[in-house]
Every structure is written in C-alpha cells, then in structure tokens.
C-alpha cells in the first residue's frame, strides 16, 4: 500500500520583506513520496520576476544514484495544464 508523505517549505523573509528565494530561485516547494519515487513541486522565478512551476520526479537507480525526470509549467499555461491533469486523474479514478 502507497502512502504518500508531503511536506512544504516556504522562503524566509528578508529584512526589507523580499522572500529568500535560496540558491535556484525556488519561492515555494512541496514534496510527496511513495515507494521508490519522490515528486517534487517548485514553484521558482526567474530573473525577470516571472513565476512557473518545475515538476520533478526522482527515483532510486542503482546503489547510490538517482535518476531524475522534470517538466517545466509557466504561469500562463497553468489552467489548461490543470484541467488536462485534471481530466486524467479522474479517468484514472474511474477505472
């Protein structure tokens, strides 16, 4: 049985009120688990201030290494990548 474990980081505040974005402009990350493979969700911005989403699978490969899938979402494409996601989920569920 698959029990997903989530867990969500916030940036910390600066002294003038900006968000601490770290090393790769993350603003907001969440994390779910399930057997061999974690997915990640961050939310980064780039340098010009714009917002998307970076989609990341991770899994175990081999003995010490890792291997990584990641999908890019931006901000303006956000509601129709839903309701597309959406959609499947529930034809998932239905079965």
Partial sequence: MRRPFCSIVWGKPWQ??????????EVFSSKASSGKRTYFFNVKENRHGDLFLNIVESKKHGEDGFERHSLIVFEEDLASFLEG???AVKFI???
């Fill in 93 to 95: 569920q239905k079965r």
């Fill in 85 to 87: 996601f959406d959609q």
């Fill in 16 to 25: 003038d009120g900006k968000v601490d974005m770290g090393l790769r402009g």
